[in-house]
């Protein structure tokens, strides 16, 4: 028997999947929503009245014009009113949490910029209150300058590298904290007074691909990161895919050989001991005499050096890359064997460096994958630094803002 809880449940699903078609189309009119999302038009009337009522969303100018007759009618003969979000509704934040920086953007309804800013840090192994007055003062110093207060804002994402379960909120592993697991959704949500949301970083990167980048209009692509460790999102049916308990994608942990390279997991062969920052690093170790590679902005300093002898067609140097392009080409050749992609966007700070390894990478790609993907699976790259990354957290959030609760979620 339905309950009246259930029925709330279903409402407030109802109004997110109506406010997500709007996000997605930009300006639409009532009956394509209801044509995509199989609800009935009833429904969607009832639904974008009340989101209406509530300032949620507007009617777009050219429905405006649609109601004085000069815009185009329905198959009745009807005009049709369009319509679109409310950029005014509210004020969304993304923060991305890197090692040497953390990133904050924050957007209005419609997910237009109002503010952003990066904020150099050093963010590793720190407990998890160093960590939360990092991201509390970088957030606090977007807000006076977006001209907003902390409380004038309905919800934050928060993107951190790591094994994060995202319903739970739970960081089990990152490299910015000393140790795990931290509670860092509920450390972060009493900490702000606002509603927190946390992800794994490389998935906030592919919300940011699936609403404004090259992913928009695909159902089923993926993405991978290569930054100080190796992350993949995967969009599966047009929703990001998270697994059972929160921790899929894990690209970087794939093993390419066994027994091989030892990894930042504690486990050995990962792709990641071959591609990552702290990979290549430990390889150009004798070329490079570095300091203490603990400290982020010694492994940047490292990182750049790299990057001037590369150009300067060091042969050590570019047979590193070479190698590491080889094995993620290895690496990006399973992945499209396993989920049949229309699309892999290759994503990162290192994409910076991606000419050094993109033939070995392109060439191993094509040479592992079956051959009814073979050259019909475009490898894409998008330099986006962080700051787009932490657009994607501001996503999260507003994706998450009008669903129920991740508890009463949890619990169905
Ligand atoms: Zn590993």
């Known amino acids: 028997m339905k309950t009246a ?54 009617i777009a100018e050219d429905g405006e014009a649609a109601r004085r007759g000069s815009a185009t009618l329905s198959a009745r003969g009807r005009p049709r009113v369009l319509l679109r979000l409310n950029p005014a509704a509210c004020h969304v934040a993304g923060v991305k949490i890197a090692m040497h920086q953390v990133s904050v953007w924050i957007s209005d309804f419609a997910g237009n910029l109002v503010r952003s800013i990066m904020v150099p840090v050093r963010a590793n192994r720190q407990p998890p209150e160093v960590v939360a007055d990092l991201v509390e003062d970088a957030l606090r110093q977007a807000c006076v300058g977006a001209g907003l207060k902390l409380a004038e804002i309905a919800g934050i994402g928060l993107g951190v590298p790591g094994f994060i379960d995202f319903s739970a909120g739970i960081c089990h592993w990152s490299p910015v904290f000393g140790e795990g697991p931290v509670a860092l959704r509920s450390l972060m949500t009493e900490r702000l007074g606002r509603p927190v ?19 928009r209009g695909h159902d089923n692509f993926l ?31 794939t093993k390419v050989a066994r027994g091989g390279a030892l990894c930042r997991c504690g486990q050995r ?18 070329l490079l005499s570095l300091g203490d590679l603990d400290d982020p902005f010694e492994v940047q300093r490292g990182l750049d050096r790299l ?70 699976t475009p490898i894409q790259v998008n330099r986006w630094g962080d700051e787009v990354w932490a657009w994607g957290a501001a996503a999260l959030a507003l994706h998450e803002l009008h669903l129920p609760p991740l508890e009463e979620r949890r619990a169905v």
């Open 197 to 215: 949301f946390v992800d794994n970083d490389a998935n906030l990167a592919t919300y940011a691909e699936l609403w404004r980048g090259a992913g």
């Open 307 to 376: 990057a001037e002898m590369a150009r300067a067609g060091d042969p050590e140097v570019r047979r590193i890359h070479e190698r590491a392009g080889e094995m993620l080409g290895l690496g990006i050749a399973n992945l499209i064997n396993l989920f049949d992609p229309a699309l892999v966007i290759l994503s990162g700070e290192r994409m910076q460096l991606y000419e050094f390894y993109e033939a070995a990478m392109l060439a191993a790609a094509r040479d592992n994958v079956l051959s009814v993907h073979r050259d019909r």
């Open 5 to 58: 809880a259930d029925g709330d449940l279903i409402r407030r699903i109802n109004r997110h999947r109506v406010l997500t078609e709007i996000r997605r189309r930009g300006t639409v009119a009532r009956v394509d929503i209801a044509a995509a999302t199989a609800l009935s038009p009833a429904t969607v009337t009832t639904v974008t009245g009340e989101l209406l009522d509530a300032g949620l969303i507007e």
């Open 223 to 253: 993405v991978v990161t290569v930054e100080h460790g190796v992350g993949m999102g995967a969009v599966v049916g047009g929703q990001l895919y998270r697994g059972s308990k929160g921790f899929g994608s894990e690209f970087g942990h």
């Open 269 to 286: 062969g990962c792709l990641e001991a071959y591609v990552a920052d702290f990979a290549i690093l430990r390889e150009a170790g004798d």
